[in-house]
């Protein structure tokens, strides 16, 4: 068997939905797909929760009806008769969305985004299986907080692999059904609280699955060619990589390519699942293939970050920076979650570059601030290049002035600020 993920902007509009009865219809192999909420769903719904839990009822509700809309359209021009089951079907859904809506919030925030925006996913995999249904793609709806079992930390949850290992071979037999649809992201406790994995966790819920069931091969359906090695937002002369080993994989994902989630590619590792990254707009181009490969190099990659922050601490006494002080920034770092993307340090001060969190920094700041001194600069870039050489090193600095660098024998970051 094999595991199909589709994203969100695979799913995000009727044409999309049919072109993946298109790409189906060439498979016959035994299949899982995994789909993502539509569109931009996710962030849509994190306004609507965002809006209860501030006392907004009025911007919380008409949010929802915006994408109670947006699906109703999409249902429309794909199932036309509107006597279809799943119109009321989903009418339910949202009513019920509704009502929770009306009542205060009960649990803390964490809890309450999940049981809230876990539905998109819903929403999204009972839209796509009826319409593939209709389409002649016959598939079973499974609902993955049955079979994906977590533990109780809302909105990142840990998977216990215990319980899902039993209940997901005993959910995918395969024996009355060869195409089982089911959400990515979402899961459930034991005591069946709706959890989430963490933004973009669907090719994760995909990786979760394959490692299971043994897959032959995980694909993930994109919006581009494979993994390139820049986003094209900033180049326009993209290359894309045809073969990437799993460490390569897991080094760029860490440094921020986005086309797959970091936290993919080491269950498929641990069994040697070959993943596919491949365009769902050009189904039958090769993509990108992730497995166990060996070779000197790849071709140069690029990441860009930006709205960097730069913060600079130094112990007021001049001590040295070792093991003592150390530990005491990063414990501050850790316990306000605050994500360190690149650490350098010299005898006396200690270097830390990191994403523009307003909402952990100024507490990060201030607490390093009560036994150290803290300077920050905002407004910076961190680009990392895999592979890289003179030439590329050049070509990213134009009009930048370099604040930082490190490098290891493979991998060279530099936080810059852009002069132009
Ligand atoms: N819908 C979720 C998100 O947008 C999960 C995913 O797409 O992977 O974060
Ligand atoms: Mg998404």
Same mark, same amino acid.
């Given at each position: 068997?094999?595991?199909?993920?589709?994203?969100?902007?695979?799913?995000?509009?009727?044409?999309?939905?049919?072109?993946?009865?298109?790409?189906?219809?060439?498979?016959? @192999?035994?299949?899982?797909? +995994?789909? /993502?909420?539509?569109?931009?769903?996710? %962030? #849509? !719904?994190?306004?609507? =929760?965002? *809006?209860?839990?501030?006392?907004?009822?009025?911007?919380?509700?008409?949010?929802?009806?915006?994408?109670?809309?947006?699906?109703?359209?999409?249902?429309?021009?794909?199932?036309? @008769?509107?006597?279809?089951? +799943?119109? /009321?079907?989903?009418?339910?859904?949202? %009513? #019920? !969305?509704?009502?929770? =809506?009306? *009542?205060?919030?009960?649990?803390?925030?964490?809890?309450?985004?999940?049981?809230?925006?876990?539905?998109?996913?819903?929403?999204?995999?009972?839209?796509?299986?009826?319409?593939?249904?209709?389409?002649?793609?016959?598939?079973?709806?499974?609902?993955?907080?049955?079979?994906?079992?977590?533990?109780?930390?809302?909105?990142?949850?840990?998977?216990?692999?215990?319980?899902?290992?039993?209940?997901?071979?005993?959910?995918?037999?395969?024996?009355?059904?060869?195409?089982?649809?089911?959400?990515?992201?979402?899961?459930?406790?034991?005591?069946?609280?709706?959890?989430?994995?963490?933004?973009?966790?669907?090719?994760?819920?995909?990786?979760?699955?394959?490692?299971?069931?043994?897959?032959?091969?995980?694909?993930?359906?994109?919006?581009?060619?494979?993994?390139?090695?820049?986003?094209?937002?900033?180049?326009?002369?993209?290359?894309?990589?045809?073969?990437?080993?799993?460490?390569?994989?897991?080094?760029?994902?860490?440094?921020?390519?986005?086309?797959?989630?970091?936290?993919?590619?080491?269950?498929?590792?641990?069994?040697?699942?070959?993943?596919?990254?491949?365009?769902?707009?050009?189904?039958?181009?090769?993509?990108?293939?992730?497995?166990?490969?060996?070779?000197?190099?790849?071709?140069?990659?690029?990441?860009?970050?930006?709205?960097?922050?730069?913060?600079?601490?130094?112990?007021?006494?001049?001590?040295?920076?070792?093991?003592?002080?150390?530990?005491?920034?990063?414990?501050?770092?850790?316990?306000?979650?605050?994500?360190?993307?690149?650490?350098?340090?010299?005898?006396?001060?200690?270097?830390?570059?990191?994403?523009?969190?307003?909402?952990?920094?100024?507490?990060?700041?201030?607490?390093?601030?009560?036994?150290?001194?803290?300077?920050?600069?905002?407004?910076?870039?961190?680009?990392?290049?895999?592979?890289?050489?003179?030439?590329?090193?050049?070509?990213?600095?134009?009009?930048?002035?370099?604040?930082?660098?490190?490098?290891?024998?493979?991998?060279?970051?530099?936080?810059?600020?852009?002069?132009?």
């Amino acid at each position: 068997m094999k595991v199909f993920k589709f994203g969100g902007a695979s799913v995000k509009d009727a044409a999309a939905v049919k072109n993946i009865a298109v790409i189906l219809k060439q498979y016959p @192999d035994d299949l899982v797909v +995994v789909i /993502s909420a539509m569109g931009k769903t996710t %962030n #849509g !719904l994190e306004r609507v =929760l965002n *809006a209860y839990i501030s006392g907004d009822k009025f911007r919380a509700l008409s949010e929802l009806n915006n994408i109670r809309d947006y699906h109703f359209a999409i249902m429309r021009e794909l199932l036309l @008769d509107e006597s279809h089951a +799943v119109f /009321s079907e989903l009418e339910n859904v949202f %009513n #019920g !969305l509704k009502k929770r =809506l009306e *009542a205060p919030p009960t649990g803390s925030y964490n809890h309450e985004y999940d049981q809230l925006v876990s539905l998109g996913e819903i929403i999204s995999t009972i839209i796509v299986s009826n319409y593939l249904n209709f389409a002649g793609v016959p598939n079973t709806w499974t609902d993955a907080r049955q079979f994906l079992k977590t533990d109780g930390n809302f909105r990142e949850g840990r998977v216990d692999w215990d319980i899902s290992d039993r209940l997901i071979r005993e959910t995918f037999d395969f024996r009355n059904a060869h195409l089982y649809v089911t959400q990515g992201f979402i899961g459930s406790t034991v005591n069946n609280l709706t959890t989430t994995l963490g933004r973009e966790g669907s090719d994760y819920t995909a990786a979760i699955l394959a490692y299971i069931l043994s897959a032959e091969s995980v694909t993930v359906w994109k919006d581009v060619p494979g993994v390139l090695n820049a986003d094209p937002k900033w180049f326009d002369d993209t290359i894309r990589l045809e073969r990437i080993s799993y460490l390569d994989a897991i080094e760029l994902t860490y440094y921020g390519t986005s086309v797959i989630h970091p936290k993919t590619i080491q269950p498929l590792r641990n069994k040697g699942i070959r993943l596919y990254v491949k365009s769902f707009l050009h189904p039958s181009d090769p993509g990108t293939v992730i497995g166990e490969d060996d070779y000197e190099k790849l071709i140069p990659s690029f990441i860009f970050k930006m709205d960097q922050v730069l913060i600079h601490v130094h112990p007021v006494d001049f001590s040295f920076i070792a093991e003592d002080n150390l530990e005491k920034i990063f414990r501050c770092f850790a316990g306000y979650g605050l994500k360190i993307n690149l650490m350098q340090n010299s005898a006396i001060s200690f270097d830390v570059c990191v994403n523009n969190d307003p909402s952990r920094i100024p507490d990060v700041l201030a607490d390093l601030q009560k036994e150290f001194r803290v300077s920050s600069s905002t407004g910076l870039e961190l680009i990392t290049i895999r592979y890289y050489d003179d030439a590329t090193i050049s070509r990213v600095l134009i009009n930048k002035e370099l604040l930082l660098t490190q490098r290891t024998r493979k991998t060279i970051q530099m936080v810059v600020r852009d002069l132009g």
